[in-house]
C-alpha cells in the first residue's frame, strides 16, 4: 500500500498563496528588465565611403539604440593599415571617436566594437577618404572580429551545461515531489534521485556563475587572458548575475520542497530557477514581450519536467517493477504527462523561433536557422522513442503479470528512457551554442541611409530604398510586407522608372531575391533631382506607385 501524506485545505490554500506570490514576483522582476532590441547602425558622419574634401576632426556613428564601447572599442587606421591614435567615447545612441592628428590625404577604416543593450556585441567598419581614394588598402587586423573564438567556445559550452543542469535539476525535483511515489520500498529511488538532483543544482549554479565573467569577455571582445583584468570580475549586477541568483534561490526553495506536503513550493522553486533564463538572451530582443517571455518560460519550464521525468524514471525503474499496482500508476501517468509537455515544449519552441528569425529564409539563409533546424530535428527523433516508449513499451511494464516478465519489461524502459534523456541533454548542449548566434544579419549601413518610403494599400505595406544617391550605379531596394511587417508575395513583380526633366531612363522589372524582397541596380548619369516611381501589384485590383524624389550628387 502506498501511504501519503495529505495535506490540509488550509495549508493547501496557504501553499498556493505562496505559489502565486513567488509567480507573481518572477513576472514582475522578468516585466521590470526591458526589453532592447540589438542595436543597428543608422548613420555615420563622414558617410560609408565618403571622400571629404578636409580631414574631419571627429567621426560619429549614431544607433537605434543605445550602446556601450567595448573595452576593445574604436580604432581608426590608414590606407597601410597603421593605426590613428583617436579618442573614442560612447554616450547613449551616438559613439563619437575625436581625430588627434591631421589626417593625410587617402582612405580610413575605423573598425568598432560596441555592446548593445541586450548584451550582445556588434562589430563593424566604416571606410571613407580624405581628398582621394587611395589606390590600395591593408585591411585593419583587430577590431572588428566576431569576438575571441575560444571565448565562444567556452562560453557555449559553459551554457550548454547550464542549461541541460539547471533543467536537470528543476525537473527532478519537482518529479521527487509530485510524481514518485512515498511509500515503503521508494526510499532508494528517492534517495537516489535526490542526490543526482543536488549534483545536478550544484553544477547548474556554478556554471551561471561562471557565465558572469564569460559574458563580459565576448561582449568586449577580450580573449581567455581577459579573465586576468578586474573588468569581468566586476559585472555581477547584470542580467546574467540575476539569472544566477534566480536559479540559485529557486533551486534552494525547491530542495526544500520535494516532500508531498510541500510540492507546491518545489513547483513554484523551480519555475523561478527555470524562469529567470529569460532575463537575458534574445527572448529580450524580439517582441512583443507578452508573447516570447511567457513563451520562453513555458518553454523551459516543460522541457525541464520532460527531461527530470524521463531522468526520475529511469533512476526508480528498477525499484517501481517491484510493485505491479505502483509502478503501473507511476509509469502512466508522466506516460500521459510527457505527451503533453513534448507539445508545450515544441508550441513554444516553434513561437520563439518564429519570433526570433522572422522569415523563412532566415531559416536556412543563417547559421541560427541552420542550428535550429538541426536542434529541431534531434527533437524530433526524440518525439519518435517517446512515441515507441508510450505505445509500445509502457503497456508491456503495465500489462506485464509478475515480476519477472514486469522487471524483464521495465528493463527495456529504462533503456528507451535513457536514450531519450541522452537525446535531450544533447539538444540542450547545442542550444547553449545556438543562444549565441547572431538570428538575423544587421541590416547593411548602406540600407539605412537610402532614401526611403512606404505606401500602404488595404492590407499589404511597401517599403522601398534608393541610394546612395550618387551619379553611377544606384541600388532599388523594395520590399512588400504585411501589416505586422513580414515580408509577403506581391502578385506580381514590382518594376521601378526613374525620370528627370527630359531623360527617362525607362521602367525595368526588379530582380526577386528573397521572400518579397526585390532589387535593382540603375545607373544615373547625372546629378539632380530624379523621379523615381516604384510601382507594385500587390492583388488584381491594387496597384499602389511609390514616388520619391531622389536628390543624386555629383561623382562616383
Ligand atoms: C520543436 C522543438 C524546439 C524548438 C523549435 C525550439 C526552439 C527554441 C528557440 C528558438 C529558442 C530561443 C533561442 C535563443 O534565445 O536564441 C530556444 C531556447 C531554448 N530551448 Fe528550445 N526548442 C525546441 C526544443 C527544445 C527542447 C526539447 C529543449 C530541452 C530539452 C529545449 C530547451 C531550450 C532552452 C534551455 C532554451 C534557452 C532558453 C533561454 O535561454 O531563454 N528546447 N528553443
Not at 38 to 63: C, M, N, Q, Y
Not at 345 to 367: D, E, P
Not at 436 to 444: D, E, F, G, Q, T
Not at 484 to 498: I, M, R
Amino acid at each position: 500500500m502506498t501511504r501519503s501524506t495529505r495535506p490540509s485545505r488550509g495549508r493547501l490554500a496557504t501553499a498556493r498563496v505562496v505559489l502565486a506570490g513567488v509567480l507573481a514576483l518572477v513576472a514582475v522582476v522578468l516585466a521590470a528588465v526591458p526589453a532592447s532590441a540589438h542595436a543597428s547602425l543608422v548613420s555615420t558622419d563622414p558617410a560609408e565611403g565618403a571622400v571629404l574634401p578636409k580631414a574631419p576632426e571627429r567621426i560619429t556613428l549614431t544607433f537605434d539604440e543605445p550602446v556601450s564601447l567595448s573595452a576593445t572599442g574604436a580604432r581608426l587606421f590608414d590606407a597601410a593599415g597603421d593605426e590613428v591614435e583617436i579618442e573614442a567615447a560612447s554616450r547613449d545612441r551616438v559613439v563619437t571617436a575625436a581625430i588627434g592628428a591631421d589626417l593625410a590625404d587617402g582612405t580610413y577604416v575605423l573598425s568598432y566594437r560596441v555592446v548593445s543593450a541586450d548584451s550582445h556585441p556588434i562589430a563593424g567598419s566604416l571606410s571613407f577618404s580624405v581628398g582621394a581614394p587611395s589606390e590600395t588598402v591593408v585591411p585593419p587586423s583587430a577590431g572588428t572580429a566576431p569576438g575571441d573564438v575560444a571565448v565562444r567556445a567556452v562560453l557555449g559550452a559553459v551554457q550548454g551545461v547550464g542549461y541541460a543542469a539547471l533543467l536537470l535539476a528543476a525537473g527532478l525535483l519537482v518529479f521527487l515531489a509530485w510524481l514518485l511515489p512515498t511509500g515503503p520500498g521508494q526510499e532508494v529511488a528517492r534517495a537516489r534521485s535526490l542526490r543526482v538532483a543536488l549534483v545536478a543544482c550544484t553544477v547548474a549554479v556554478v556554471a551561471l556563475i561562471a557565465r558572469v565573467p564569460l559574458s563580459v569577455l565576448y561582449q568586449q571582445g577580450l580573449g581567455l587572458s581577459g579573465l586576468d583584468s578586474a573588468l569581468p570580475w566586476t559585472s555581477w549586477v547584470s542580467g546574467d548575475g540575476l539569472m544566477a541568483l534566480l536559479a540559485a534561490a529557486g533551486l534552494g526553495a525547491a530542495v526544500l520542497g520535494t516532500t508531498r506536503r510541500l510540492r507546491y513550493v518545489a513547483a513554484a522553486g523551480s519555475a523561478v530557477a527555470v524562469g529567470g533564463l529569460a532575463v537575458v538572451g534574445h527572448t529580450r530582443s524580439y517582441g512583443p514581450v507578452l508573447l516570447v517571455v511567457p513563451a520562453d518560460v513555458a518553454h523551459v519550464a516543460a522541457a525541464a519536467v520532460w527531461l527530470g521525468g524521463l531522468v526520475g524514471l529511469a533512476i526508480s525503474l528498477p525499484t517501481l517493477a517491484k510493485r505491479d499496482r505502483v509502478a503501473a500508476e507511476t509509469i502512466g501517468r508522466f506516460s500521459l504527462l510527457a505527451g503533453g509537455l513534448l507539445a508545450v515544449v515544441a508550441a513554444a519552441g516553434l513561437v520563439l523561433g518564429w519570433r526570433i528569425i522572422g522569415s523563412w529564409s532566415g531559416l536556412v539563409g543563417t547559421a541560427y536557422g541552420l542550428v535550429l533546424l538541426f536542434k529541431t530535428g534531434i527533437v524530433g527523433v526524440v518525439a519518435l522513442v517517446a512515441a515507441w516508449n508510450r505505445w509500445v513499451l509502457v503497456p508491456r511494464v503495465v500489462e506485464a503479470s509478475g515480476y519477472g516478465p514486469r522487471l524483464e519489461a521495465a528493463r527495456m524502459l529504462r533503456g528507451a528512457v535513457r536514450t531519450e534523456a541522452g537525446l535531450l541533454v544533447v539538444v540542450l548542449l547545442l542550444t547553449g551554442f545556438l543562444v549565441n548566434l547572431v538570428p538575423r544579419p544587421a541590416p547593411s549601413l548602406a540600407a539605412a541611409e537610402r532614401t526611403t518610403v512606404t505606401a500602404v494599400a488595404d492590407d499589404v505595406k511597401v517599403v522601398a530604398h534608393v541610394g546612395p544617391g550618387r551619379v553611377g550605379r544606384n541600388t532599388v531596394h523594395v520590399q512588400v510586407q504585411d501589416l505586422a511587417g513580414e515580408p509577403v508575395e506581391p502578385y506580381a513583380t514590382p518594376t521601378v522608372a526613374l525620370e528627370r526633366d527630359d531623360v527617362d531612363l525607362g521602367t525595368r522589372p526588379l530582380r526577386n531575391v528573397d521572400s518579397g524582397t526585390y532589387v535593382s541596380e540603375v545607373v544615373v548619369p547625372q546629378p539632380g533631382t530624379w523621379e523615381v516611381r516604384v510601382s507594385v501589384r500587390t492583388s488584381e485590383f491594387d496597384n499602389p506607385v511609390l514616388t520619391l524624389d531622389l536628390d543624386v550628387e555629383p561623382g562616383g
